[in-house]
Nanobody
Framework: QVQLEESGGGLVQPGGALRLSCTAS????????MGWYRQAPGKEREKVAG????????NYADSVKGRFTISRDNVKNTVYLQMNSLKSEDTAVYYC????????WGQGTRVTVSS
């Protein structure tokens, strides 16, 4: 059974930074593309970043391009999201999943950007 556990969220001021982590178990992590997704209050969940299994090619939503960086560690079965220059509109619950998402969603980690 696949389990995804996100961590690293919190309250940060605009312009600040956070690093999210997601550890996966119960899956062949290294052969899966992975992604970070977020769901803001009253909005649908959206993908913000992805990283392929081969070549570790990354892709980003336009709204986070140049500010967020996704990376992965196949030894630790972990995917990261470094978030810099955070804005209030980045406030959301952040989730990881495969890319495209086919596993059960974890509980996510809440990011609040506010002064």
């Amino acid at each position: 059974q696949v389990q995804l556990e996100e961590s690293g969220g919190g309250l940060v001021q605009p312009g600040g930074a956070l690093r999210l982590s997601c550890t996966a178990s119960g899956m062949f992590f290294e052969i899966n593309g992975m992604g970070w997704y977020r769901q803001a209050p009253g909005k649908e969940r959206e993908k913000v970043a992805g990283i392929t299994s081969v070549g570790w090619i990354t892709n980003y939503a336009d709204s986070v391009k140049g500010r967020f960086t996704i990376s992965r560690d196949n030894v630790k079965n972990t995917v990261y999201l470094q978030m810099n220059s955070l804005k209030s509109e980045d406030t959301a619950v952040y989730y990881c999943n495969t890319d495209p998402p086919y596993s059960k969603w974890g509980q996510g980690t809440r990011v609040t950007v506010s002064s």
